[in-house]
Antibody, heavy 117, light 109 residues
Framework: QVQLVESGGGVVKPGESLRLSCAAS????????MSWIRQAPGKGLEWVSY????????YDADSVTGRFRISRDNAKNSLFLHMNNLRAEDTAVYYC??????????WGLGTQVTVSS | EIVLTQSPGTLSLSPGQRATLSCRAS???????LAWYQQKPGQAPRLLIY???SRATGIPDRFSGSGSGTDFTLTISRLEPEDVAVYYC??????????FGQGTRLEIK
């Protein structure tokens, strides 16, 4: 069965960096677009970034452009989110999700990122 | 940017009743790229409906989606206590390519 497991979250100070990972299993990872979506405390869902199966197509939300970078390692069935210059407003649960026809058909349980001085 | 506006913000109904949730887009959305998600308290979201009207794997037929263009609806017939959740619509399209509605909170009396 499809499984997505995020890791790498934690507490960091403003301006610091963090790398999130998502380990995928149960499907042919390279066949699918993958995405990161976040949810600030008590708020709704916000799409962050997606990448195509081969990694050649990448799209970021305006709120993270220039600070976050999505990448993937298909040999290791892994998705990453490199987050730089973190701000308080980046505090959220970050979900990894598989994409199919522009929709998110499987989600991980999420990893918490807290940015606080 | 395509803005999705969901209504009502909160819906409070009794078991067995029908819930009708609305998602209105600021511009036309391709039906193939309109989805609905359910997020129960403390859980990750789950795909309910894709392509505006197709149920995802394992979703009971009490859940149905409809609509086109700028107006989409999620209907939950015969509400059960386990349906307590926040429901989100989402579209994939033009830049920025992906947006979510702000959510509708469903309460069961």
């Amino acid at each position: 069965q499809v499984q997505l497991v995020e890791s790498g979250g934690g507490v960091v100070k403003p301006g610091e960096s963090l790398r999130l990972s998502c380990a995928a299993s149960g499907f042919t990872f390279s066949d699918y677009y993958m995405s990161w979506i976040r949810q600030a405390p008590g708020k709704g869902l916000e799409w962050v970034s997606y990448t195509s199966g081969g990694g050649s197509t990448i799209y970021d939300a305006d709120s993270v452009t220039g600070r976050f970078r999505i990448s993937r390692d298909n040999a290791k069935n892994s998705l990453f989110l490199h987050m730089n210059n973190l701000r308080a407003e980046d505090t959220a649960v970050y979900y990894c999700a598989r994409m199919a026809m522009g929709q998110f058909d499987y989600w991980g349980l999420g990893t918490q990122v807290t940015v606080s001085s | 940017e395509i803005v999705l506006t969901q209504s009502p913000g909160t819906l409070s109904l009794s078991p067995g009743q029908r819930a009708t949730l609305s998602c209105r887009a600021s511009q036309s959305v391709t039906s193939s790229y309109l989805a609905w998600y359910q997020q129960k308290p403390g859980q990750a979201p789950r795909l309910l409906i894709y392509g505006a009207s197709s149920r995802a794997t394992g979703i009971p037929d009490r859940f149905s989606g409809s609509g086109s263009g700028t107006d989409f609806t999620l209907t939950i017939s015969r509400l059960e206590p386990e349906d307590v959740a926040v429901y989100y619509c989402q579209q994939f399209g033009r830049s920025p390519p992906i947006t979510f509605g702000q959510g509708t909170r469903l309460e069961i009396k």
